[in-house]
């Protein structure tokens, strides 16, 4: 299965993600974690790419897709992958498509996670991440069992600095901007899947599963 999750911020692409990956035994593959590894680590891509993950602007498509074309050829993608956050623009869509084509691995399906707004906000204002293994939980809908602390690992739980009020909304244009033209990009190629990413967790899953059949 070679899969692409698209959606705007705070949809629960990475929440469905770690589910879908596990169910069809294929890597997890986000651009925004790769990044944050990268700024964790200090690295130099780390150093470049801190200020626009702070302002919720897009990495330029120069670093992104050489990063992604890297990524794909290590020896896990033979079953497949799954794309959580990149393409994230018609340029990145239309480089893919020619790493695919080079590599006759074409796209099985691009699944969106349909969300409003207001629902959005809520989810990213309460997200909290483990500063040591990267799960995700949220203050209201997904609580630690002890405040502050990862269920997972027992690590720290922060809040991403684009979770602020402020950033979420740059954040959410962006989205529209600049990301939204996939959507028709994928539906014209006949690839595109829509689920609604409201609801339980579990009942999205089971929906997202259905709709890749
Ligand atoms: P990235 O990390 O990809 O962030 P994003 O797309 O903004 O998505 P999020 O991680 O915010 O949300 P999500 O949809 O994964 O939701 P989640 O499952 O966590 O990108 C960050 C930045 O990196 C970008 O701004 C850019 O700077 C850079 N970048 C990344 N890719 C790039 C690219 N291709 N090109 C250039 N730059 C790039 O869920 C959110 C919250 O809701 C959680 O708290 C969760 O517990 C909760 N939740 C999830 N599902 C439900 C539910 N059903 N009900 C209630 N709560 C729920």
Redesign the pocket.
């Known amino acids: 299965m070679r899969l692409i999750l698209v959606?705007p911020?705070?949809?629960?692409?990475?929440?469905?993600a770690v589910f879908l990956a596990a169910h069809f035994g294929i890597p997890h593959i986000?651009?925004?974690?790769i990044?944050r590894a990268n700024i964790k680590g200090e690295t130099e891509l780390g150093k470049l790419a801190k200020s626009?993950?702070d302002s919720?602007?897009?990495?330029p498509d120069s670093v992104?897709n050489d990063m992604v074309r890297d990524r794909l050829t290590h020896v896990d993608t033979a079953p497949g992958f799954l794309l959580?956050?990149?393409?994230?623009n018609v340029g990145?869509a239309v480089f893919l498509a020619e790493v695919l084509l080079k590599n006759s691995t074409p796209l099985d399906a691009v699944l969106e996670l349909s969300i409003p707004n207001e629902e959005i906000i809520k989810?990213?204002s309460?997200?909290?991440v483990c500063r040591n293994c990267g799960a995700?939980?949220?203050v209201i809908?997904?609580k630690s069992k002890v405040e502050g602390v990862c269920d997972n690992c027992g690590g720290e739980l922060y809040q991403r600095e684009?979770d602020k009020e402020e950033v979420i909304a740059h954040?959410l244009s962006v989205y529209a901007e600049q990301t939204e033209p996939i959507i028709a990009f994928y539906r014209e190629l006949g690839l595109l899947n829509v689920i609604s990413?409201v609801?339980?967790?579990s009942e999205?899953s089971t929906n997202a599963v259905a709709a890749l059949k």
């Open positions: 959606g911020p705070g949809a629960g692409k990475g929440t469905q986000s651009t925004g974690d990044f626009y993950l919720g602007n897009l990495v992104t959580d956050g990149y393409p994230r990145q989810r990213l309460g997200r909290r995700t939980s949220h809908f997904d684009d954040r990413a609801g339980d967790v999205i």
